[in-house]
Nanobody
Framework: QLQASGGGLVQTGDSLTLSCVVS????????TGWFRQYPGKEREFVAA????????FYAPSVKGRFTISRDDPANTVYMLMNSLVPEDTAVYYC?????????????????????WGQGTQVTVSS
């Protein structure tokens, strides 16, 4: 079970931190990621972090502005979002993957994820 929180209404240039508690995480959980969804659009990849080793992956649109991290003992993934712009306005979802890769794999596809949390709304006003 995944519980996302931290969304809200902010202004352009502000920062926001989203949290995702991954309850019941087991050793089979390889990655937790964030996706976002605009009205009428499909969910798109934002960022992901590996539980083992902490490797991170970012969509080009957020690289350099967003930082994903994990707190292993707390089974929680955070995403710090800096320099927010109106185009970041969306519903943000966290998801857990049980896919394991031996080489580089960005975990940027929805099909990579098995478990999904409820969304949290982020609204950036201009």
């Amino acid at each position: 079970q995944l519980q996302a929180s931290g969304g809200g209404l902010v202004q352009t240039g502000d920062s926001l931190t989203l949290s995702c508690v991954v309850s019941g995480r087991t050793s089979s959980t390889s990655v937790t990621g964030w996706f976002r969804q605009y009205p009428g659009k499909e969910r798109e990849f934002v960022a992901a972090v590996k539980w083992s080793g902490g490797s991170t992956f970012y969509a080009p649109s957020v690289k350099g502005r967003f930082t994903i991290s994990r707190d292993d003992p707390a089974n929680t993934v955070y995403m710090l979002m800096n320099s927010l712009v109106p185009e970041d306005t969306a519903v943000y979802y966290c998801a857990a993957s049980t896919r394991w890769s031996t080489g580089y794999y960005p975990y940027d596809r929805r099909i990579d994820y098995t478990y999904w949390g409820q969304g949290t709304q982020v609204t950036v006003s201009s």
